[in-house]
């Protein structure tokens, strides 16, 4: 189990939990305009390091290597950079289905 743990370490932790992150952090959410560069998403907004810290350290303060992804966003973007393939089509019509079911029902509870 320790070498997952060492795969998948989060790098970066050493930089997000500093206060020069929290201050660039809210930069770049404004920068932005408050929403995923992907997807213009404007909820669970999260700050993903372009060139990842593991491999480009000296970047990880640098703006133009910031940049404002949604939660799911940048979950498929860190998959992809570690390795994992993407969602074959079949899943992701699944886990569509499943999240119009979910807003669906949001919905009709606040009816």
């Known amino acids: 189990m320790g070498l997952i743990r060492k795969d998948h370490a989060r790098h970066s932790k050493r930089v997000t939990s500093t206060r020069r992150w929290q201050v660039l952090r809210h930069q770049i959410l404004e920068r932005d305009g408050w929403k995923c560069r992907c997807c ?13 810290v593991r491999t480009h350290p000296e970047l990880s ?15 498929k973007k860190t998959r992809i950079e570690c390795g994992h393939k993407e969602k ?11 999240a119009e079911l979910a807003a669906e029902t949001a919905t009709q509870a606040k009816e």
């Open 88 to 98: 074959s089509p079949e899943r992701k019509a699944w886990a569509d289905a499943v």
């Open 61 to 75: 303060f640098d703006p133009r290597n910031l940049q404002t992804l949604c939660g799911p966003c940048h979950t």
């Open 40 to 52: 213009n998403e404007r909820r669970r907004l999260e700050i993903d390091h372009i060139k990842p």
